[in-house]
């Protein structure tokens, strides 16, 4: 849904400064791991899919003429990306969305749903 949302953003504002923000919840990476692994381990991880969805975007904002600049954060997604916008003054933040159930959202909360109730600035959810 990334993708998505990174697309929507530079089709509709090619001259824009584009920040791919992406938020390393080493909770969330724990549970997704298959196996126990050590703090390291899921660090590596964690800097490993950045890197590849960093490649990836560079490759989305390349087909539209576009620069990016990339960034981490940790923690939770929904409270980073929003000190984010507040920390860099930015001006919308264009966010992908799993498109979940109701039911899904209540038991899991969703990230976009949260951004989209705190964020100081406009939000775009891309489905």
């Known amino acids: 849904m990334a993708k998505r949302a990174l697309e929507h953003a530079v089709s509709l504002h090619p001259d824009a400064e584009v920040t791919v923000l992406y938020v390393i919840d080493y909770i969330e990476e ?13 660090r590596e991880r964690a800097d490993e899919r950045a890197t590849e ?38 001006d919308q933040i264009v966010i992908g ?3 979940r159930s109701p039911m ?10 949260t951004v989209t109730r705190r ?9």
Do not use: K, M, N, Q
């Not at 724990?30 to 899921?42: C, H, I, N, Q």
């Not at 899904?104 to 749903?113: K, N, W, Y």
């Not at 964020?119 to 489905?127: D, M, N, S």
């Open 30 to 42: 724990s549970y997704s791991a298959r196996a126990l692994v050590g703090t390291d381990e899921l």
């Open 53 to 90: 969805l960093f490649e990836a975007a560079a490759e989305i904002a390349d087909g539209h003429g576009v620069e990016i600049e990339t960034r981490t954060a940790v923690g939770d997604p929904s409270r980073e990306i929003v000190a984010f916008a507040d920390d860099h003054d930015i």
């Open 97 to 99: 969305s799993h498109g």
């Open 119 to 127: 964020a100081p600035v406009p939000v775009t959810v891309v489905r």
């Open 104 to 113: 899904s959202r209540i038991l899991l909360g969703s990230v976009a749903e």
